[in-house]
């Protein structure tokens, strides 16, 4: 099935520092989500950007959107070591409300 | 509020057994709910979509008389693993969305962690 592409596949940063995840995918979409999963557990859902939308900010959280581009990032600032897990962006491109993920960023920050 | 729970948390069974595992959606009702496979260090792979009332729909390369689908009431889908073999050992998740109009969050269960011997 289809599935978006996320870069870079592993980051590792210094807590306090930002980290930006890239997510590409490949038709039109309804709106595109960005996921949490801690190592072995359930998905935590973090912020949601609809196509007619450029950017969302959530906390300390920063999502863009380009449609053009087929594009989104996933900003995260001053990083701490709760932040440690891996991030999916997931896409709705279907009217039956369906979601596909990427291929997810596993973000680990060194305290 | 919109608390997905899945049950058993984590199952060890033998091969050639069947496994059921529930979903539900404890405090709104579903309409639609999604199954999810995810093997380590992957990202999670849609297996089905489960309507209520009617049949699954299955995506490309999942074999629906293997992984059986039931979606019998408005907050409960159950997968079974029939004829569960090694390499059916996985991490399955599931998700509902809300009845209610324009919602478009998914709420995802705690996963459920299947060990075939």
């Known amino acids: 099935s289809q599935q978006g592409e996320e870069d870079p596949q592993a980051l590792s940063i210094q807590e306090g520092e930002n980290a930006t995840m890239n997510c590409s995918y490949k038709?039109?979409?309804?709106?595109l989500q960005w996921y949490r999963q801690n190592s072995g557990r359930g998905l935590v859902h973090l912020i949601l950007i609809r196509s007619n939308e450029r950017e969302k900010h959530s906390g300390r959280l920063r999502v863009t959107l380009d449609t053009s581009k087929k594009s989104s990032s996933l900003l995260i600032t001053a990083s701490r070591a709760a932040d440690t897990a891996s991030y999916f962006c997931a896409t709705d491109y279907s009217s039956a409300s369906k979601i596909i993920f990427g291929s997810g960023t596993r973000l680990s920050i060194r305290p | 509020g919109a608390v997905v729970s899945q049950h058993p948390s984590w199952v060890i069974c033998k091969s050639g057994t069947s496994v059921k595992i529930e979903c539900r959606s404890l405090?709104?009702?579903?309409?639609?709910m999604f199954w999810y496979r995810q093997f380590p260090k992957q990202s999670l792979m849609l297996m089905a979509t489960s309507n209520e009332g009617s049949k699954a729909t299955y995506e490309q390369g999942v074999e629906k008389d293997k992984f059986l689908i039931n979606h019998a009431s408005l907050t409960l889908s159950t997968l079974t693993v029939t004829s569960a073999h090694p390499e059916d050992s996985s991490f399955y998740i599931c998700s509902a969305t809300p009845w209610e109009r324009g919602q478009e969050t998914q709420y995802f269960g705690p996963g459920t962690r299947l060990l075939v011997l």
């Open positions: 405090d709104f009702q579903a309409t639609t």
């Open positions: 038709t039109s979409i309804n709106n």
